[in-house]
């Protein structure tokens, strides 16, 4: 049985940083391509981030340069790191094996001030 399970979730100012992590089990991790989604309230969930088996990486547009998404496969863990943080950040993150159509449970993000 795979299970996805997030963590990092917070509160943070506009411009802080945050690093989300996605620990999976019940999957040979290493051959999958993992993701980060995101859903804010009244909206569609969106793709944030993507890293395929072989570490090839796909951004949203709204996150390049400040969101980088990667994984260590002997801890079967995937990770989002979260700079320059902006309000519109805010969201309910969650993490994705594509292979499957494994999803998490999902961390909430909030930046205020």
């Known amino acids: 049985q795979v299970q996805l399970v997030e963590s990092g979730g917070g509160l943070v100012q506009p411009g802080g940083s945050l690093r989300l992590s996605c620990a999976a089990s019940g999957t040979i991790f290493r051959l999958y391509t993992m993701g980060w989604y995101r859903q804010a309230p009244g909206k569609q969930r969106e793709m944030v981030a993507v890293?395929?088996?072989?570490?090839?990486?796909n951004y949203a547009d709204s996150v390049k340069g400040r969101f980088t998404i990667f994984r260590d496969n002997a801890k079967r863990t995937v990770y989002l790191q979260m700079n320059s943080l902006k309000p519109e950040d805010t969201a309910v993150y969650s993490c994705n094996q594509r292979e499957g159509g494994y999803w998490g449970q999902g961390t909430q993000v909030t930046v205020s001030s």
């Open positions: 890293i395929t088996s072989g570490g090839s990486t």
